[in-house]
């Protein structure tokens, strides 16, 4: 029997639709492909080393299989959206002359990549495609009319679809709706705070990089930071905090071991693991004493603390040389906007959440992972106390991010930036406003979990940030010549604005601060005293011989606190910060393990008085030992920097008062 020319017809279109469909999606992915390589992969590609590194770490079968697998989701997606598309249109229009042109499938595939493309250049600033086919300087009318589309001609079509669909299938359709409003309405009567458990939970609140001048000192007029505020204003406030080294990693592990870096081994990012002692971290005792531990992090390219260091549950983004290769090569447009997507986020692992994907990266995509998370930790534990340290890495450079609200009108992080001449300053600020939401998110879900109910919790930063646009100078007492500053953080032991950190610590009984009004403690602090002081602030009968950190009952009013530098690379001297040119440098220091986890090569570390400048503090007097001569294995000299003042001056070690003899001691441990 000869077969109806309608239903040949529709046979016809559909096919034609998916040809139409997968040959859209594969032209975009590779105009994107080539914009991609025409940026970032031609930096790589020109530069030998970097080339090596890409080669070696390709090798590694662990890292080739997430390559892969990359590949595949990304030639699913650019098959699977405007397939979607073509659907959406055949059911819409069905029964309709429309529905069967070409040109109207044309048309619906042309509207929806540049739809695309749209809410990439909005969302995303930090993305290669910004300027792809010139979309970001298209007119506002047109911009308006293709997110018109997007936004209104899209839902449209589903909802029509989803009506045709429904009467088509109606049974079926009613069954399927019963059973989602029931799984709803069942995890709704299931969702309900955690039982109080005995002793008080513990919990660590990080912030990458956060200067206390702009949560409240003297730059505060720069960002606007409620949640930070508030937190800081109930809080006992230790207003004379520093951080023994301007590294995220050996800030969290003196943080986590109460030791000074020197004594816990644990002095660079990335350190090598068969050089770091994780028994020495204070989460086994924690656990020791009942408690749950989890760790959460959005970056993790410097710091690979992962479950070994004492933590039941970690979240971190993939770690290694896959995070770098893969997070840098998923700068395409349709992958940047599905990664933040809540249907989508565990088909792009690599970007999705991750800090250090600043192109892809926007805060709400990983407080909803962080608050999943939280609450499957949550149920693991039972009624046990539990300790968590969350560590938020937005204010870290380059400050960039991106959120899928940017396309709408409305208020955005950073639209309360003050008039600020400097724009890296500017972009700094947006990111600790941003970053400030997620405080007020975690702290919110914390408390309607019932984890608030009876906590101690602390407010840190494991660094600060330098900028030379704010940052004063020591200029020398008699000549007036400056010290060589350096940018970011880490990088020279006389810049204070590195070195200061928050370290505010509030006690909370039903999901509030339990005191209304905080107070503030001058008295000198370190980010190694911070859970000796939560361990007494609890009241907890815990006792760890051999800290460095000390309770607050044991505070003096001065101290002698030592810093150090990280393994300083001359490109954060620069003016102007340049990624590539920190990679290279990086490049030789650095090595990619059989597992792809990028280390620190052991051998540096032999000599670490080659690769750093050491300092000793002591109210506001700062004695720098500048890095060994590697023949003589002595300092090139010694310097008095008065930070009051800030003027230094050139000191010979035998010309050296006697009282600043412990001084010298410490230079000489650290140095070691």
């Known amino acids: 029997m000869e077969e109806s020319p309608v239903k040949n017809s529709g046979l016809a279109g559909r096919v034609i639709d998916l040809w139409l469909a997968a040959g859209s999606g594969a032209l975009v992915l590779l105009i994107s492909v080539l914009n991609l390589i025409g940026t970032k992969g031609s930096v790589a590609l020109n530069q030998g080393d970097l080339a090596d590194a890409v080669r070696e770490a390709l090798g590694l079968p662990v890292v080739l299989t997430h390559v892969v697998a990359a590949g595949l989701v990304v030639l699913t997606l650019h098959i699977a959206y405007p397939v979607a598309l073509c659907g959406i249109k055949r059911v819409a229009l069905a029964g309709t002359r429309a529905n069967e042109s070409s040109i109207t499938t044309l048309a619906c595939l042309i509207m929806g990549w540049l739809f695309l493309l749209l809410v990439n250049a909005k969302s995303f600033p930090a993305s290669t495609h910004v300027d792809l086919l010139g979309i970001s300087d298209s007119p506002q009318l047109v911009n308006y009319f293709i997110l018109g589309f997007g936004f209104i001609g899209i839902p449209v079509a589903c909802l029509i679809a989803a009506t045709r669909l ?67 204003a109930a809080a006992t406030n230790f207003v004379d905090a520093t951080t023994p080294v301007a590294r995220t990693f050996p800030a969290w592990a003196s943080l986590l071991t109460g030791l000074y870096p020197h004594n816990s081994g644990i002095r660079v990012n990335l350190q090598q693991v068969s050089a770091t002692q994780k028994d020495l971290f204070i989460t086994h005792v924690l656990r020791e004493h009942g408690y749950r531990t989890y760790y959460a992090t959005d970056e993790a390219r410097f710091s690979n603390i992962d479950q070994s260091y004492g933590f039941d549950k970690i979240l971190t983004p993939v770690m290694g040389a896959t995070d770098f290769l893969i997070g840098e090569a998923l700068d395409l447009p349709l992958t940047n906007v599905f990664a933040n997507l809540p249907f989508a986020e565990s088909m792009l692992p690599w970007i999705s959440g991750n800090r250090a994907v600043d192109h892809a990266y926007a805060p709400a995509t990983f407080s909803r992972k962080l608050e999943r998370s939280i609450d499957g930790f949550l149920e693991d534990s039972g009624d046990n106390p539990v300790f968590m340290a969350i560590h ?91 010290l060589p500053a350096a940018a970011g953080h880490g990088a020279d032991v006389f810049g204070d604005s590195s ?58 009013e001065t101290r002698f606190r030592p810093r150090e530098t990280g393994v300083t690379m001359p490109g954060l001297f620069a003016a102007k910060i340049d990624q590539g040119l920190l990679a290279r440098q990086g490049i030789e220091s650095y090595e990619i393990g059989d597992d792809a986890r990028i280390m620190f090569k052991g051998e540096f570390l032999e000599s670490p008085s080659t690769l750093k400048d050491f300092g000793v503090e002591r109210d506001g007097d700062l004695l720098i030992s500048s890095r060994r001569d590697p023949k003589t294995g002595r300092s090139t000299d010694f310097m008095m920097v008065d930070q009051d003042q800030m003027t230094w001056q050139n000191i010979d070690e035998g010309s050296l008062l006697e009282t600043h003899a412990e001084m010298i001691r410490w230079l000489s441990v650290l140095s070691e």
């Open 166 to 232: 429904l009467c088509r299938y109606s049974a079926l359709s009613l069954f399927s709706v019963a059973i989602v409003l029931f799984s709803v309405a069942w995890g709704t009567l299931n969702d309900h705070p955690r039982g109080s458990a005995a002793e008080p939970n513990l919990i660590v609140i990080g912030v990458d990089s956060l200067r206390p001048d702009f949560a409240y000192g003297e730059y505060a007029f720069a960002s606007d930071t409620p949640a930070i505020d508030s937190f800081v």
């Open 392 to 482: 938020l890495c937005l204010p870290h450079w380059p400050y960039s991010f991106g959120s899928l609200s940017n396309v709408l009108p409305g208020p955005q992080a950073g639209d309360k930036v003050k008039e600020i001449d400097d724009s890296t300053i500017r972009s700094y600020s947006r990111a600790l406003e941003a970053a400030d939401i997620q405080i007020e998110g975690l702290i919110k879900h914390l408390a309607a979990r019932g984890v608030l109910d009876h906590a101690v919790v602390a407010l840190v930063s494991d660094h600060g940030e330098s900028f030379h646009a704010l940052d004063p100078v020591p200029a020398h007492k008699d000549t007036g010549e400056t």
């Open 499 to 556: 070195y200061h950190v928050i370290v505010a610590i509030s006690n909370f009984r039903a999901g509030e601060p339990a005191n209304t009004r905080g107070e503030l403690d001058r008295r000198p602090v370190q980010l190694l005293d911070v859970l000796p002081m939560m361990i007494e602030s609890a009241k907890l009968p815990i006792s760890i011989p051999g800290l460095d950190g000390q309770r607050r009952a044991e505070l003096g």
